[in-house]
């Protein structure tokens, strides 16, 4: 099979797609077909290693100090067919469109990938096109978790700082459909496309500092990062929660402790959290068109080094897709 490979760390160069093995599925395995994948922020994070040395020095004793110890095929989120189950795989049947997470076990950039069958994996709608799932389980989840866990409420004032991006467009629609009111900031290319989804207000950040207009906010939902987190909590109100959607580092969990502390204020870190429920409950809002997904540019495999290099521009609006079988997109 065909599959985009990690060789190195570093630039997007060090990818190649080569001729690998197929792999075949253990017992409490699926083996999907892959129709279409994306590249996310996480995914150049991961080739790069530019982490939080935190969570660097974990991350290359795992996968490899200098490069990648084993095949190493990016790629976290997929949709396509079932090809194949395990033994002890009674949830899904050969045949079953699906969409889901990879996991740790990355893998998605490939034309077949095995997944484990109780991971964060359900069965598409069967209106909802392949290139449309793969985007929900890394940008619409995240959004939606964190949308929990800084307490989302009806009325609530809510920002969502990168509002533009694969977490922050499901970010602002998930917002308002739990009936809050929603401000955005996003560069002014994207001013338009995010007024779109539904935002009441949009603030350009290269025209406006968001954190002086002197507004108050019930929930700051920060998917950029790299901004003080004491400097955002100004804009916070006396109980308010300020989640932090990128990975912390030391100064940031300091922090966070700080404000616990000294503050009525909440400071949100860390992962999201998942649940194959809250990834059938995107689905459903896809489905019915309560939500959308936003694709800004579609790839082939072969086109696996430009589609990073794109992403790292930091410009994209909503997701890049590589689609692996378009002659069968539906």
């Known amino acids: 099979m065909r599959a985009a490979v990690l060789t190195d760390y570093g630039p997007p ?9 197929k792999p075949t599925p253990g017992p409490d395995e699926v083996l999907v077909r892959v129709h279409a994948s994306t590249v996310t922020a996480g995914d ?22 200098l490069r990648p110890r084993r095949l190493m095929i990016p790629g976290m989120e997929v949709a ?3 090809d194949a189950v395990g033994a002890s795989v009674a949830r899904f049947a050969v045949g079953d469109a699906v969409f889901g997470g990879t996991g740790m076990g990355f893998g998605g950039n490939a034309e077949y990938v095995c997944v484990p069958a109780g991971g964060t994996m359900c069965i598409k709608p069967a209106a909802l096109s392949f290139a449309a799932a793969a985007t929900v389980p890394i940008g619409g989840l995240a959004a939606l978790g964190y949308l929990r866990r800084g307490g989302i409420a009806q009325g609530q004032r809510v920002l969502v700082r990168g509002a533009s991006g694969s977490i922050g467009t499901f970010a602002v629609q998930l917002a308002k459909h739990f009936g809050a009111h929603v401000t955005g900031v996003c560069g002014p290319e994207s001013l338009e496309r995010v007024r ?48 932090r959607c990128t990975i912390p580092g030391a100064w940031e969990v300091l922090q966070a402790l700080w404000v616990r ?4 204020k909440r400071v949100v870190l860390g992962d999201a959290g ?35 290099r794109y992403v790292e521009t930091g410009q994209k609006q909503g997701h890049v897709v590589v689609t692996l079988r378009p002659a069968d997109e539906s």
């Not at 150049?44 to 100090?65: A, N, Y």
């Open 13 to 21: 160069k060090v990818l190649r797609v080569e001729e690998v093995d």
């Open 80 to 82: 396509g067919v079932i």
């Open 274 to 308: 998942e649940s194959i429920e809250d990834l059938a409950f995107l689905g459903g809002l896809l489905d019915e068109k309560k939500i959308e997904t936003i694709i800004d540019r579609r790839y082939s495999l072969e086109g696996i080094v430009e589609a990073h």
């Open 196 to 243: 779109s989804l539904g935002a009441d207000e949009v603030l350009d950040y290269t025209a406006q500092e968001w954190t002086e207009n002197g507004e108050l906010y019930d929930l700051i939902v920060d998917v950029v990062g790299r901004m003080s987190v004491l400097r955002c909590l100004k804009s916070l109100t006396a109980r308010g929660s300020y989640v």
């Open 44 to 65: 150049t994070e991961l080739r790069t290693m530019k982490v939080p040395w935190l969570f660097e020095i974990p991350l290359r004793l795992w996968l490899g100090l």
């Open 261 to 264: 502390v000294a503050s009525r």
